[in-house]
C-alpha cells in the first residue's frame, strides 16, 4: 500500500511540482554514489527489516553493541595529540585530562612509525613534527609521568612498530606498579591499510601479518583488557574512498587478520572479542550514520558465518570515530568547527564507542591549545546539551535511515567478493586492486568539487578574504635537543645487555617463538626503537610498494 501510495505520489502530486520548477541538480546521490530518492516509505527498506535490526546488544548489533549504549555512560572522548618532544606532549595531556578530556590518543612522529631514531639520517627534518618523538624507555616514561596508567585508557596510532610501543607502554606500566593484566587501551597496529592507504609500513607482508597475530596471542594471555588492533577504515577515507569502499576495505583487513590468527592456531573466540576497528566520520550525515550500522552488521555476520565464532562478544564491531581531517579547509577555518559538528554528531547516531573531533586548524598546522579545547566542547555540548545521547540508535527505523544502511551493506558485500575472488586482501592490494579503487574514487570527487557539482563553502563558493590566523609551529631546536638527548641515554646505559636483547630479537624473528617476550625484554635492556627495529629488518628485510599508475 505505501509503495502504490508513493508511486501515485511521483506521478501526482511531486511530478506536477517537478515539471513546474525543476529541482537544485538532476540527480541526488550520497558521496559513495548511491541514488538518494525524494522521500522514503516502509517499502523502500528490503524485506525482513526487524530481523536484520535486533535491539542493542544482540545479534546482529545493527542497533549498537551495549545494551544502554550512552544512557549508561557517553562514549570515550578520547582528543588524538602529540607533538615534539615527550615533555612537550606530557604537557599536552595534562592540559587535556583537566578539561574533561576522558582517554588518551597518542599521536607519534614519522620516524617513530618508520622504525628510526631521531638521531638516523632519514629523520632529520621530521623529529617531532606530525607526532611525538620516541627513541626508548626514557622517552616513553617522560611521555606518561603522572598518568595514571590504571585508570586512563590509551589509544596509541602505531602499526609497524606497535609492538615496541606495547612493550614500552607495558614497561612503564610496570614501573608505576600497574599489572600488564589491568592496563586498558588500543594500538592500530593495522600493516594492510598502511599498503593501501597510507604509507608507514616497513616489513613485507607475511611477517608483518606474525607479529600481529603475535600480538594477538600476547594480548589474550598477558594484557586481556587491551585492544590488539584497530582496524582502520579512517585513513581508508582520507586517502579518498567512498564509504561504501572504507566498509569493505576495512572489513576485509579484518578478514585477513582474523584468518590469519586462525591460521596460526589461535581460537577465534579467545582474540576477537578484543578486536577494534576505527572508521572515519564525513560530512554527509545520513550515509555516515547508515555506514556505521551496515558495518556492525556486516561483521557480525562474517564472524558468526564465515569463522564460526560462538562468543557474541566475537561479534560485536566495537569502534573510534575520527571527524574528517580531509574535509577540513584552510579557507575560513571557522568553518570548520560546524564541519566537525556534524560529523561529531554523525559518529554519536551511528554508536562509536569513542570520538576524536578535529580542530577548526589542522589544515594550517597543528591544534593550539584553544582549538583543541573547541574540539572537545563539541563533544561535551553533543554529548550533554543535544539529547541525542538519551535514546539508542535514536534514528533506527527511519525508512531513509534503513534503505542506506541496507544498500551500503549490499554494495561492500559485492567489493568483499572480488576481493575473495582475488585471493584475500594481501593480494587484492599487492595487485593493487584497492590502491586503483582509492585513487579513482578520490579523482572523481576533485573533478566534482572542481565543476562545482560539490559545493565546499569558502573554497568554491561563498568565498571571504580570510583574516590572520594563529598557526602552532613545532620549535625547529627541538630536534637537537632530542638527538642530544638520546646520544647521553645511550651512554649511559649498558652496551652488553643491549647486545644481548638484540640478539634475542633477531633469534626469535628467525624462528617462530613469540616476539613480544624478547622485544619486551629488549625495551627493558634500554634498546632503541631503531635498533629493535634494524634487528627486525635483518631478519624480514623491507617491503616495497607496488606501484599504481
Do not use: C
Amino acid at each position: 500500500m505505501a509503495d502504490e501510495k508513493k508511486q501515485r505520489w511521483l506521478e501526482g502530486t511531486y511530478g506536477k511540482a517537478v515539471k513546474k520548477g525543476p529541482e537544485r541538480r538532476a540527480r541526488f546521490e550520497t558521496t559513495s554514489g548511491i541514488p538518494q530518492q525524494p522521500v522514503y516509505v516502509a517499502g523502500d527498506a528490503r524485506p525482513g527489516l526487524e530481523e536484520r535490526l535486533g535491539l542493542p546488544g544482540e545479534f546482529p548489533f545493527t542497533r549498537g553493541v551495549q545494551p544502554t549504549m550512552y544512557r549508561g555512560r557517553f562514549w570515550t572522548m578520547r582528543q588524538y595529540a602529540g607533538f615534539g618532544t615527550a615533555e612537550d606532549s606530557n604537557r599536552r595531556y595534562h592540559y587535556l585530562l583537566k578539561s574533561g578530556q576522558t582517554g588518551l590518543s597518542v599521536a607519534f612522529d614519522l620516524p617513530t612509525q618508520m622504525g628510526r631514531d631521531s638521531d638516523h639520517p632519514r629523520a632529520r627534518g621530521e623529529v617531532g613534527k606530525v607526532g611525538v618523538a620516541i627513541d626508548s624507555i626514557r622517552d616513553m616514561s617522560i611521555l606518561l609521568d603522572r598518568i595514571p596508567l590504571g585508570e586512563v585508557s590509551t589509544s596509541m596510532t602505531i602499526n609497524a612498530t606497535a609492538g615496541i610501543l606495547l612493550a614500552l607502554y607495558q614497561a612503564i606500566g610496570e614501573k608505576q606498579g600497574v599489572a600488564a593484566a589491568d592496563l586498558q587501551g588500543t594500538i592500530q597496529n593495522d600493516i594492510l591499510k598502511e599498503y593501501a592507504a597510507r604509507g608507514t609500513y616497513i616489513y613485507p607482508p607475511e611477517p608483518s601479518l606474525r607479529l600481529i597475530t603475535d600480538i594477538f596471542a600476547y594480548t589474550a594471555k598477558v594484557m586481556p583488557k587491551w585492544n590488539p588492533i584497530s582496524i582502520s577504515g579512517y585513513h581508508i577515507r582520507e586517502a579518498g574512498s567512498t564509504a561504501v569502499q572504507e566498509v569493505a576495505f576495512t572489513l576485509a583487513d579484518g578478514i585477513a587478520y582474523v584468518g590469519a590468527a586462525v591460521k596460526a592456531g589461535l581460537d577465534v573466540d579467545a582474540f576477537a572479542g578484543r578486536l577494534s576497528f576505527f572508521f572515519n566520520a564525513h560530512n554527509d550525515l545520513l550515509e555516515e550514520v547508515a555506514k556505521f550500522r551496515a558495518a556492525r552488521r556486516l561483521w557480525a555476520r562474517i564472524m558468526k558465518e564465515r569463522f564460526k565464532a560462538k562468543d557474541p562478544r566475537s561479534m560485536m564491531l566495537r569502534f573510534h570515530t575520527q571527524t574528517a581531517g580531509s574535509m577540513l579547509t584552510a579557507q575560513q577555518p571557522d568553518n570548520n568547527i560546524v564541519r566537525v559538528t556534524l560529523q561529531a554528531l554523525a559518529a554519536v547516531l551511528g554508536g562509536t564507542q569513542s570520538l576524536h573531533t578535529n580542530s577548526r586548524d589542522e589544515a594550517l598546522g597543528l591544534p593550539t591549545e584553544e582549538s583543541a579545547r573547541i574540539a572537545l566542547r563539541t563533544q561535551q555540548i553533543i554529548a550533554n546539551e543535544s539529547g541525542v545521547a538519551d535514546v539508542i540508535d535514536p534514528l533506527g527505523g527511519s525508512w531513509a535511515i534503513e534503505a542506506l544502511t541496507d544498500d551500503i551493506e549490499g554494495r561492500a558485500e559485492e567489493y568483499l567478493r572480488k576481493i575473495d575472488d582475488m585471493g584475500g586482501m594481501v593480494h587484492a592490494i599487492s595487485q593493487g586492486y584497492v590502491q586503483r579503487e582509492i585513487q579513482d574514487a578520490a579523482y572523481a570527487w576533485q573533478r566534482q568539487v572542481e565543476a562545482k557539482e560539490k559545493v565546499v563553502v569558502g573554497v568554491n563558493a561563498f568565498r571571504s578574504d580570510d583574516p590572520p590566523v594563529t598557526v602552532m609551529k613545532v620549535d625547529p631546536a627541538l630536534e637537537a635537543r632530542q638527538v642530544a638527548s638520546l646520544a647521553a641515554f645511550r651512554r649511559e646505559r649498558s652496551a652488553t645487555a643491549v647486545k644481548q636483547a638484540l640478539e634475542g630479537v633477531r633469534t626469535a624473528a628467525k624462528g617462530s617463538d613469540n616476539l613480544m617476550p624478547p622485544i619486551l625484554a629488549a625495551v627493558k635492556a634500554e634498546a632503541t626503537l631503531g635498533e629493535i627495529s634494524d634487528a627486525l629488518r635483518e631478519v624480514f628485510g623491507e617491503y616495497r610498494e607496488t606501484v599504481v599508475l
